[in-house]
């Protein structure tokens, strides 16, 4: 299906995540910082990335977005926040560094994979769309 980046500190939750995508179908890559993460964007376009806000180490979830945006080999990857940021500061500068969607930890997987099946499927129509137009 799809290759799909986590990025998270916390190992728990990089198992959980890969475990239930894998199930899904989908390929799954994981970092647990924000370098490591550019490192893979750069060797494998991710379709989608999963995005935690405190991440270790001098760039966090919300630089990172910043840079993927700005890179145009990255910039149109659809980016899901999840994180247990939930004041609206953080929502703010997630939205305004390009993020797609947001989801507050603790939450049911069920709405992962929900959030998940619809950016993809809008990616893949804008991709679709875009094709069609040149």
Known sequence: ???ILVVDDDLDILKTFKR??????????????AS??????TRT????????????????GIELCRQLRSNPSSATIPILFVTVS???????????????DYLVKPFDLQELNL???????????????????N
Do not use: W, Y
């Not at 239930?20 to 910082?33: K, P, R, S």
């Not at 490591?36 to 964007?41: K, P, Y």
């Not at 959030?115 to 137009?133: C, G, Q, Y």
């Open 1 to 3: 299906m799809a290759c």
């Open 20 to 33: 239930d995508l894998t199930n899904q179908g989908h390929h799954v890559i994981c970092a647990a910082t």
């Open 36 to 41: 490591e993460a550019l490192q893979h964007s």
């Open 45 to 60: 376009r991710p379709d989608l990335v999963l995005l935690d806000i405190g991440l270790p180490g001098s760039m966090d």
């Open 86 to 100: 939930n004041d609206i500061e953080s929502k703010t500068a997630a939205f305004d560094a390009g993020a797609d």
């Open 115 to 133: 959030r998940v099946k619809v950016l993809l499927a809008r990616d893949r129509f804008h991709s679709a769309h875009e094709s069609n137009l």
